[in-house]
């Protein structure tokens, strides 16, 4: 079992920054690979970015050169650094964890890939 805790989400202006958190508990915190989505009201929910155990990252093109993922090991944390933010950022976040093995791969944009997820965090971008 994995519980996942997000936190960082809130109200900011267009190009201010955000970073979000996760904190995975309950399992080898360097053994799974987790990923970010977002889902926006009457929208699937889209995949973000994603962080291997060994730290290679993975990103939606949408949000690549702004948006940067990082694992804190002696924290036990994954961050979601959140750059030039626009109105079609908002959305509520959400952190999701797979309990393979921990490797990275293109089906990690794949919300049925992760066995895990957070309650999601409520981000939202005025202009």
């Known amino acids: 079992q994995v519980q996942l805790v997000e936190s960082g989400g809130g109200l900011v202006q267009a190009g201010d920054s955000l970073r979000l958190a996760c904190k995975p508990s309950?399992?080898?915190?360097?053994?799974?690979?987790v990923g970010w989505f977002r889902q926006a009201p009457g929208r699937e929910r889209d995949f973000v970015a994603a962080?291997?155990?060994?730290?290679?990252?993975y990103y939606a093109g949408s949000v690549k050169g702004r948006f940067t993922i990082s694992r804190d090991s002696a924290k036990s944390t994954v961050y979601l650094q959140m750059n030039s933010l626009t109105t079609d950022d908002t959305a509520v976040y959400y952190c999701?964890?797979?309990?393979?093995?921990?490797?990275?791969?293109?089906?990690?944009?794949?919300?049925?890939?992760?066995?895990?997820w957070g309650q999601g965090t409520q981000v939202t971008v005025s202009s």
């Open positions: 309950g399992r080898a915190f360097n053994k799974i690979t």
């Open positions: 962080i291997s155990w060994t730290g290679s990252t």
């Open positions: 999701a964890a797979d309990s393979g093995d921990g490797y990275i791969y293109s089906d990690h944009e794949n919300p049925s890939i992760y066995d895990y």
